[in-house]
């Protein structure tokens, strides 16, 4: 027997478990940093780099999940209607695709998109094998934060491309990270980005409202009856700079996301935090409401003032951009 420490989670398993466990474990964190990769070398290097470094890495992952099963059985799949949509939206896709004026694209898709039944079937096997390895709350939490670092690289990218500080695009093997009105960071477009970022802050008031319900909304202890040490140690502790990354993570994403001048996801953000607190109310998490609506309300704020200071006076961009942002598009 072995016991090691994964994903947020201490797992006592026999070594050949527990090697192949690290193994499917790690593969799911490098693919976490596949928005990083740009394949200069390659027809469409914002496309085709990112999709067989995922491809490759998923077939890699799933492999060792399926060593991993022959060793313990307990590693099978649990029931989930996520996973049951979404293998029923593999198998429409599929048959649309063979009754499609051209099959060839709709199962292997082409350089510019990379997309068909082929790669959608790539991210059904990936969420099979995150759903079975995954098993605790830690371990998600673990795996969302790791996100939420990649997403803080590319927002300070785009932050540089906003802002002319182009020192990447410096470098020979990424001239195409140049400066932008419109910023993409390494994504190559900017909806792309917006959606990744928009995704990632509503993850964040996710986080943050499961961190005060977990915890009973709990702040630091008083100063008071000989609680002076507990009250440093709360201020010293995981949870109080997990915190401090999400918000940072979030209030960059949001000012990055205004900097796409992507409406869409603007709107889609807005939409997803008025729906946040009316999904806690109809299924009865009281104890979520409060904290979540705290947290829509925030999202609604900083939008609104984002489009109050771009209207009025328009954003602080360097004077070779020549437009505001969010008049772009």
């Known amino acids: 027997m072995r016991s090691v420490f994964i994903f947020g989670s201490n797992v006592t398993a026999v070594r050949p478990v527990a090697i192949l466990l690290m193994g499917v474990l790690l593969g799911l964190a490098l693919l976490l940093w596949m928005p990083l990769v740009v394949s200069t070398s390659t027809l469409h290097p914002f496309v085709v780099g990112k999709t067989l470094y995922a491809r490759a890495i998923i077939e890699v992952v799933v492999a060792l999940w399926v060593v991993l099963l022959l060793y313990d059985r307990s ?24 009754q499609g004026a051209d099959i060839v694209h709709s199962i292997w898709g082409d350089y510019s998109r990379m997309l068909g039944v082929w790669n959608l079937f790539h991210w059904f096997l990936l969420t099979l094998v995150a759903s079975s390895v995954l098993r605790t709350p830690s371990a998600w939490r673990t795996a969302f934060n790791l996100n939420l670092g990649v997403a803080l690289l590319l927002s300070l990218l785009a932050l540089s491309q906003a802002y002319g500080v182009s020192l990447l695009s410096r470098l020979p093997l990424l001239p195409e990270l140049a400066a932008k009105c419109r910023v993409d960071a390494s994504l190559g477009n900017p909806a792309y980005l917006g959606a990744i970022l928009m995704v990632n802050i509503v993850l964040v008031a996710g986080l943050v409202t499961s961190s005060f ?9 008083s100063r008071r009856d000989g609680r002076r040490h507990e009250h440093i140690r709360w201020w010293m ?49 009281r104890r979520a409401l409060l904290p979540i609506s705290f947290a829509a309300e925030g999202i609604l704020i900083s939008l609104a003032f984002l489009f109050v200071v771009d209207l009025t006076v328009g954003l602080s961009v360097e004077e070779w951009c020549g437009e505001r942002v969010a008049s772009t598009r």
């Open 75 to 98: 590693y099978l799949p649990r029931r989930s209607w996520v996973v049951a949509i979404f293998g029923g939206y593999v198998l429409v896709a599929l048959l649309s695709a063979l």
């Open 213 to 221: 319900t977990a915890t009973g909304g709990a702040g630091p202890p």
């Open 237 to 285: 502790t995981g949870l109080f700079w997990q915190r401090v990354f999400w918000v940072i993570s979030a209030g960059l994403a949001m000012w990055m996301l205004f900097y796409t001048g992507t409406r869409g996801t603007l709107l889609g953000l807005a939409a997803g935090a008025v729906a946040m607190p009316i999904g806690a109310a109809i299924w009865g998490n």
